[in-house]
């Protein structure tokens, strides 16, 4: 319910602004079409309510109201029906009635697409009866000068401030558009890429380096007993654990080096026009932080990390085979006891890892 209030302020918001210039702007069509006709005094009042006082009243209505969509939507049409009617008390002005009931209809289709551009054209009908039932149904097909001039700014401000609305709207959608990508492609737990983003760009990485000739390192980082810190310490350790970790990646790593949340305790990296010892060093960086760490509630809590490095190879046929000698790395590590680094030989074929003992 607050959200859908929320949207309906959002949009109540926006129409604001282009109704009361639209209305403003349109009195003086809509008096200069008026002016040459025996026109009574109330009718002048309700002219200058419509055009003046009305947007303010229909923003008060559906602000305060428990449905601002809906109202909002209700003042549309109320809109609609007093073009209809204005349009019939000025007798068919061809100049007044085209500029009055074309603004309209291009801001029920703007605020509401054809769904309101039919109930818009219905309100227009009724109000067109409406005017004609009280002052008689007349055509006056002559235009002056003046009534060319007043309907000038109508059909220059009033596009212009629709305009401008449509395009800041274009602009949130895209921002939203944006973080609701990023969303899609972030870890919610660490902030870190998730599987499938930080797979895209390894792929991406593997061409770069082919086409270039340049070089890069894959790093995946496993925390060592993860389970048993859960089973022992429960899920909000582990958490911590993690997110930990993904502070650690973030300090010690650059823009262009992506990091990702591979799997349940399992980090991914690609570090870029790096040698292998800078790489080396800098993981060991990692593990000894995430040795040194100790969380506030569990201060017996002990963290290590096993990672496997792979520098690229030309030989490699796709990302998979460069992640696969990372993953045997890992496993290299893993096999010697964890808590150390294991690094991945530089002939493919083989099955085997080089292992910096810590």
Same mark, same amino acid.
């Given at each position: 319910?607050?959200?859908? @209030?929320?949207?309906?302020?959002?949009?109540?918001?926006?129409?604001?602004?282009?109704?009361?210039?639209?209305?403003?702007?349109?009195?003086?069509?809509?008096?200069?079409?008026?002016?040459?006709?025996?026109?009574?005094?109330?009718?002048?009042?309700?002219?200058?309510?419509?055009?003046?006082?009305?947007?303010?009243?229909?923003? !008060?209505?559906?602000?305060?109201?428990?449905?601002?969509? =809906?109202?909002?939507?209700?003042?549309?049409?109320?809109?609609?029906?007093? *073009?209809?009617?204005?349009?019939?008390?000025?007798?068919?002005?061809?100049?007044?009635?085209?500029?009055?009931?074309?603004?309209?209809?291009?801001?029920n289709v703007a605020?509401?697409?054809?769904?309101?551009?039919?109930?818009?054209?219905?309100?227009?009908?009724?109000?067109?009866?409406?005017?004609?039932?009280?002052?008689?149904?007349?055509?006056?097909?002559?235009?002056?000068?003046?009534?060319?001039?007043?309907?000038?700014?109508?059909?220059?401000?009033?596009?212009?401030?629709?305009?401008?609305?449509?395009? =800041?709207?274009?602009?949130?959608?895209?921002?939203?558009?944006?973080?609701?990508?990023?969303?899609? @492609?972030?870890?919610?737990?660490?902030?870190?890429?998730?599987?499938?983003?930080?797979?895209?760009?390894?792929?991406?990485?593997?061409? !770069?380096?082919?086409?270039?000739?340049?070089?890069?390192?894959?790093?995946?980082?496993?925390?060592?007993?993860?389970?048993?810190?859960?089973?022992?310490?429960?899920?909000?350790? *582990?958490?911590?654990?993690?997110? =930990?970790?993904?502070?650690?990646?973030?300090?010690?790593?650059?823009?262009?080096?992506?990091?990702?949340?591979?799997?349940?305790d399992e980090f991914?990296?690609?570090?870029?026009?790096?040698?292998?010892?800078?790489?080396?060093?800098?993981?060991?960086?990692?593990?000894?932080?995430?040795?040194?760490?100790?969380?506030?509630?569990?201060? =017996?809590?002990?963290?290590?990390?096993?990672?496997?490095?792979?520098?690229? !190879?030309?030989?490699?046929?796709?990302?998979?085979v460069w992640l696969?000698?990372?993953?045997?790395?890992?496993?290299?590590?893993?096999?010697?006891? @964890?808590?150390?680094?294991?690094?991945?030989?530089?002939?493919?074929?083989?099955?085997?890892?080089?292992?910096?003992?810590?």
């Amino acid at each position: 319910m607050e959200n859908q @209030r929320g949207k309906g302020l959002s949009f109540s918001r926006r129409i604001y602004l282009p109704r009361a210039i639209g209305l403003g702007v349109g009195f003086f069509s809509v008096a200069a079409a008026l002016y040459p006709l025996s026109t009574p005094t109330w009718l002048w009042a309700l002219l200058v309510f419509n055009g003046f006082i009305w947007p303010h009243v229909a923003y !008060q209505m559906s602000t305060h109201s428990a449905f601002p969509y =809906q109202a909002e939507r209700r003042n549309l049409l109320y809109d609609s029906l007093c *073009g209809g009617f204005w349009v019939a008390c000025f007798q068919f002005n061809p100049l007044a009635t085209v500029t009055v009931l074309s603004m309209m209809t291009m801001n029920n289709v703007a605020a509401g697409g054809r769904r309101l551009f039919v109930f818009g054209a219905l309100a227009q009908v009724a109000g067109v009866l409406l005017g004609a039932m009280l002052l008689g149904f007349k055509f006056n097909p002559i235009m002056t000068q003046i009534q060319v001039l007043a309907c000038l700014p109508m059909l220059t401000l009033y596009p212009l401030a629709l305009g401008m609305v449509c395009y =800041q709207l274009a602009i949130k959608l895209a921002q939203h558009k944006r973080a609701l990508s990023a969303l899609s @492609r972030t870890d919610s737990l660490t902030g870190l890429l998730n599987h499938g983003a930080w797979k895209d760009v390894l792929h991406l990485k593997f061409q !770069q380096c082919h086409q270039h000739n340049s070089q890069a390192i894959v790093a995946l980082i496993d925390i060592d007993h993860f389970k048993v810190i859960n089973d022992s310490y429960g899920h909000i350790v *582990g958490d911590a654990v993690l997110q =930990q970790l993904s502070r650690e990646l973030k300090r010690l790593l650059v823009e262009n080096e992506p990091a990702g949340r591979y799997g349940g305790d399992e980090f991914c990296v690609i570090l870029p026009n790096l040698p292998l010892y800078k790489a080396e060093a800098l993981m060991e960086q990692l593990r000894q932080a995430l040795d040194q760490y100790r969380h506030p509630d569990v201060p =017996q809590l002990r963290v290590s990390l096993s990672i496997g490095l792979a520098q690229f !190879q030309p030989s490699y046929c796709d990302a998979i085979v460069w992640l696969d000698a990372a993953d045997k790395a890992l496993y290299t590590a893993k096999h010697a006891g @964890r808590n150390t680094i294991g690094v991945a030989m530089s002939d493919p074929a083989s099955n085997d890892a080089s292992l910096l003992g810590i």
